[in-house]
């Protein structure tokens, strides 16, 4: 029996010094992650217009507390353009930025912007450790110019419901009041039968209480 003891002393150290070894590691991880996360970028931003070719170059680089640091290569940059009930995603599957922290795509032609032609930029990073998610928004006037038809705005037959002709407007308002009204003159009446109906039994009960007496 005593022989059997001193064989598990070799087992029990060997998983103490594992779990030692176990809490290390995730504690180095873990501060490793929080200070990676630390690590911020800036992105700039410039455009060219050049024979009909929109070009946006955006350039990536560390920044720290001090100031601007070294461009950052390899990241993906995700580029989007404002639409009313989401994001459209522009420029190439990847656009991974080069030695220099520089990353170019060309801007669609045929995207529709407000009445000005302005269309909303989104430049994005996300989910590339160890730097934090970033967004540059910026507006430019590269979409094609919204032009509104007024004839939409004026009041027809076939035009929307705050645009339909005033005398159908008013007609439909006079049939829904003569309708309601016809509803309410009977609702009226009603009360008024079983107004007199209810005055009717209690007279008839009054006189022939007088009548017993």
């Given amino acids: 029996m005593i022989h059997q003891k001193n064989n598990l002393f070799p087992i029990k150290g060997v998983l103490y010094q594992t779990k030692r070894l176990v809490i290390v590691i995730f504690f ?3 501060v490793t992650e929080v200070f990676a996360q630390e690590r911020g970028t800036k992105i700039e931003l410039h455009f060219s217009d050049t024979d009909s070719v929109k070009l946006i170059t955006a350039i990536v680089r560390e920044q720290h507390s001090q100031g601007m640091g070294a461009p950052v290569a390899g990241i993906d940059l995700y580029f989007y353009v404002q639409r009313s009930f989401s994001l ?4 190439s599957v ?3 930025t080069d030695e220099s922290g520089k990353v170019e795509i060309e801007f669609p032609s045929d995207l529709p912007g407000d009445t000005k032609g302005n ?5 994005k990073i ?3 450790p160890p730097y934090r998610d970033t967004t540059i928004q910026e507006t430019i006037s590269w979409g094609i110019p919204l032009v509104i038809d007024e004839q939409q705005n004026k ?3 076939w035009a929307a419901r ?3 002709p005033m005398s159908l407007i008013l007609l439909v308002n006079s049939i829904l009041l003569v309708v309601w009204g016809i509803i309410g003159y009977i609702l009226f009446q009603l009360y008024m039968i079983y107004k007199e109906e209810s005055a009717s039994v209690k007279k008839v009960g009054h006189d022939k209480s007088s009548d017993n007496k």
């Fill in 28 to 30: 180095l991880g873990f």
């Fill in 88 to 91: 459209l995603p522009i420029g």
């Fill in 126 to 128: 996300e989910d590339t």
């Fill in 94 to 96: 990847f656009n991974t």
């Fill in 119 to 123: 269309v909303i930029l989104l430049v």
């Fill in 162 to 164: 705050a645009n339909a």
């Fill in 155 to 157: 009041r027809s037959l």
